[in-house]
């Protein structure tokens, strides 16, 4: 009884799994440009180019610009301006309807001036 409860509790787990177990990968916006996959989960370095109003921003790593869509509970009260280092984590968004491909942030953290980090897109790397 007590293994066909084990096995039950690991059945019942295995679509937040799923959900949940893919983790993002590190990707350039000219990788995702050149070959969108929507729903595919990416982390992104780079700036701020403007922000948009509507919480959306402009955002380059150097290789391209692509949008960002932010929701405001995920900035914490933070402004995003023009050179705003950050690293974010979210999905490709691949509109069905038109060209335009986005990404819908799930998670921004913004690189402090002066980090090894924001050092390191300023050199490019």
Excluded at 80 to 86: N, S
């Amino acid at each position: 009884m007590k293994k066909i409860i084990a096995v039950m509790l690991l059945l019942g787990a295995m679509p937040a799994f799923a959900q949940f177990g893919s983790p993002a990968e590190k990707a350039s916006v000219k990788s995702i440009l050149a070959a969108p996959n929507d729903g595919h989960r990416v982390v992104l370095r780079g700036t701020i180019v403007s922000d948009n109003g509507d919480e959306s921003y402009l955002f380059t790593d150097g290789t391209g610009q692509i949008s960002l869509a932010i929701e405001n509970r995920l900035l914490w009260g933070q402004k995003l301006v023009k050179g705003t280092p950050v690293e974010i984590e979210g999905e490709v968004d691949e509109h069905w309807f038109s060209d335009v491909i986005d990404i819908s942030v799930e998670r921004v953290q913004v690189m402090k001036q002066g980090s090894a980090a924001a050092d390191n897109l300023k050199s490019g790397g």
